[in-house]
């Protein structure tokens, strides 16, 4: 196990050092003239997305640093398409897993230690856990200090009923990114994202509440709510 994770750190090192060879490129042919197109401005606060992808690379396994990329490309297009703020759906997006790979028995430590209040579902289901953990690490370990973006993070493992755009997109973005696969449905909800956020968040919803009945496993009252919520939206 040890060989792997060694793996998936340098496999996630490459990809780091990928980034800066583009970026060292670019830096070659266009010069390094304009420093503050490094950032991203997301309305409440100005974010460089290096500094967030680097922290990513420590906090992260390949598998899940991947897997981010996906979901902040995928959050930034359906952005694009339905006219929200771009910079904020890709630091989202960025961020939603910041804390999956910290161990569940620390993952509860650090919400006793901060004060983050989980209900008796969270606790028997500790894989929930890093939405509320990483929307508050969004801010005090990534310095993105945004409601917005954090209440995105605290929603994407559930749902929730009424959701922003903003938490719809992030929602959706972490279930379709290029990299999932084994999904049933996967390429219909890919579509209907573009067609509708409501129909393809109710679709995925119900897609989760299967997969997990199937298994036994126990359903998040805000999944079960968010669903008659997204069922009851989209009847005609
Ligand atoms: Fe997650
Ligand atoms: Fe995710």
New binding site residues.
Partial sequence: MADLNNLFKNESLNMQNNIYEFERISEDVFGNESPESDYFFTGTGMIKDREIIEKLCDDLDYKRFKHTIGVAYTAANLAMYYGENVSKAYVAGLL??CA?CISHREQIALCEKYNILLDEQEIRNPHLI??KLGAFYASEKYNVNDEEIAEAIRK??TGSVNMTRLEMIIFLA?YIEPGRKFIDNLDEIRKQAYNSLEYAVRDTLLNTIDYLKLRNMEIHKNTLNAYEYYKSYTDD
Wanted: proline fraction near 0%.
């Fill in positions: 939603h897993d999956k890093h939405a994407h493992t972490d």
